[in-house]
């Protein structure tokens, strides 16, 4: 039994051998040292974790109730089979085993995370941001956890510690666009124009086409009473997007040149944008959207 234990410490603390193999080939290794030695808590655990990030959390269950026979109540297990249980859904499970491994010694991203997402769904919002809260704390660099707990406040109504949440992100990650695309959007819900014309000001200088954002901007001035700074806007992005695709044919600048047409009253170069958008990427379902809501068709002539 010690011998198992110290093992498992071993194969957790260590980097893996297989790191930047495919998960079949690792796992398919893995079950070959198996054979050999079928009751090897490392291996059983790594198989365990391989087999839920594959998708197959049943199978992932089946090596940790093996595991768990040999260094019972290991707080590894715990962990991974929390994180099992909750890609089956099985929340109430999940989190009796997330609590128990957060209860016995220091805390990880991903079970804290885990646990988050748990109570997100179940409702608990309160307790949801608390994990999420200590994940960021754990994992600073991390977009997507600032990102969530920004947007369950949101969810929430709780409008003030959103807004403290995506600038405590913004300090922490000062290159992350998303996050202050996600900020400007909360701004507009809240009807704080000024502000988020403040923060798009602030980022166009960090992002090298700008378009997007000249058109976002636009949006937003108009919302405020400002046509003749939005019309200035959406020209400044007509100019750059010609200039783009000039260069290179895209479809995706295609669809913001159409955008920008749109907003200009030029709805017939939209059109002819979008359709040119459809020719050469049949499923890009923004283009798609929009030259329906002009009455368009897609190159194969059905409704688009």
Do not use: C
Not at 56 to 72: C, F, G
Not at 221 to 238: K, V
Request: no cysteine; charged share 30%; hydrophobic share 45%.
């Amino acid at each position: 039994m010690l011998r198992g234990a110290s093992l498992l410490l071993l194969l957790l603390s260590a980097p893996t051998a297989w790191a930047h193999v495919g998960l079949d080939v690792e796992i398919a290794e893995i079950g070959q040292r198996l054979e050999m030695s079928p009751d090897d808590p490392g291996l059983l655990l790594r198989r365990a974790e391989l087999y839920r990030l594959q998708g197959k959390p049943e199978l992932s269950l089946v090596d940790l109730d093996h595991a768990q026979a040999v260094v019972p109540g290991h707080r590894s297990l715990l962990l991974e089979r929390g994180l099992a249980l909750a890609a089956q859904h099985e929340h109430a499970r999940a989190e009796r085993d997330l609590d128990a491994f957060l209860a016995s010694g220091p805390g990880t991203r991903d079970a804290h995370v885990a646990r988050a997402e748990i109570r997100a769904a179940d409702g608990r919002a309160d307790d949801a941001v608390a994990d999420y809260t200590t994940a960021i704390a754990l994992r600073p660099q991390e977009p997507d956890l600032h990102l969530a707990r920004a947007r369950l406040l949101e969810g929430a109504g709780r409008w003030d510690e959103a807004e403290a949440a995506y600038r405590q992100a913004m300090g922490e990650l000062a290159g992350a666009v998303v996050i202050r695309r996600a900020y400007v959007e909360l701004l507009v819900k809240r009807q704080k124009h000024a502000e988020a014309v403040a923060l798009i000001d602030a980022i166009l200088p960090r992002v090298p086409v700008k378009a997007d954002w000249y058109l976002r901007r636009a949006e937003i001035l108009e919302a405020a009473g400002q046509p003749r700074a939005a019309h200035r806007d959406r020209m400044t992005a007509l100019r750059e997007l010609n200039a783009l695709l000039a260069r290179r044919p895209d479809a995706l600048r295609r669809v913001s040149r159409a955008r920008a047409y749109l907003a200009l009253g030029r709805r017939e170069e939209a059109r002819a944008d979008l359709e040119a958008a459809l020719k050469s990427s049949p499923r890009l379902e923004p283009a798609r959207k929009l030259l329906g809501s002009l009455g368009g068709t897609n190159p194969k002539g059905t409704p688009g």
